[in-house]
């Protein structure tokens, strides 16, 4: 039993306890394979095998399979006391084209969708309201999903030299000695952008592998090499560390409080329903 409230007749008590001792005459076959018999009833409403196995055929769920069952008669327990809080509340009937609608849609049949829309007429009527998204709330959700933040990445100066390993170590040895990065570029690399070695930020995801092992825990100020890259010998200096590619709070702002909101809605209304259930007499046998 999972919880009895003080409104329940007596008489239902009485049904009830008949059809459990009738229940418990099949409970062996119950587990291995019954043929019908009651597995619930919420208030007057009674839930037949027979009732499980159809809707466990409907979602194209195992049939006969212990779990399944059980976790489908949890949705049909709950889907009962949907309804009747629904017309207890004076809720106008379901819209059949509107149950067509977002049966279509979820590609579920019209009885489930019309659960899903009275599950979202109470939300909205019971819950939707009180829900309060704040700045801080926002500005955290932001922060916490890597969606938004770009990639890790490091604005770079580089000296590029082609196949000669003696003009590269001659060029860091003078970086090292303290000539200036840009000076020893000019002098050496065979490549550079515009008359400088600065190539901008470059994402550490796009980095050769070489280089990427020598650089993703390098910090502003470091220089980082010789490193061959193929046919190629790279010195790095590291400018600055940080991310590119993100996308600005204001241009997901929207996307955002609207997850935010949906998350604590139901949230809200799991807890009001959990309160909702044990105002009904349910009684589970199996």
Known sequence: MVCTSSRVHLTVALVVLALAAQLCAWCAPVRAEMIDGVVAVVDDTVIMYSDVQKK????GGPENNPAAVREVLKVMVEDAVVQKVYR?????????RHAEQVAQEMGVDTASAGIVIMKSTLMDLMVKSRVVITEAMIAEAYAADPRYAGSESLHLKQILIRGDTARASVAREEIGAGKP?????????????????????????????????KLHQARPGDVVGPVAVQDAILIYQVIDRGATG????????????????????????????????????????L
């Open 56 to 59: 466990i055929r409907e979602l």
């Open 88 to 96: 207890q509340m004076g809720m106008k009937p379901v819209d059949p």
């Open 181 to 213: 990065f840009d000076e020893v570029a000019r002098a050496y690399s065979d490549v550079l952008v515009a008359g400088s070695p600065d190539i901008g930020w470059v994402a550490l995801k796009d980095l050769a592998t070489e280089a990427h092992e």
């Open 246 to 285: 993100g996308t600005p709070l204001d241009e997901v702002r929207d996307e955002i409080v609207e997850s935010l909101q949906e998350k604590f809605r139901n949230e809200a209304f799991e807890h009001w329903f959990r309160m909702i259930m044990q105002e009904h007499f349910i009684g589970i046998y």
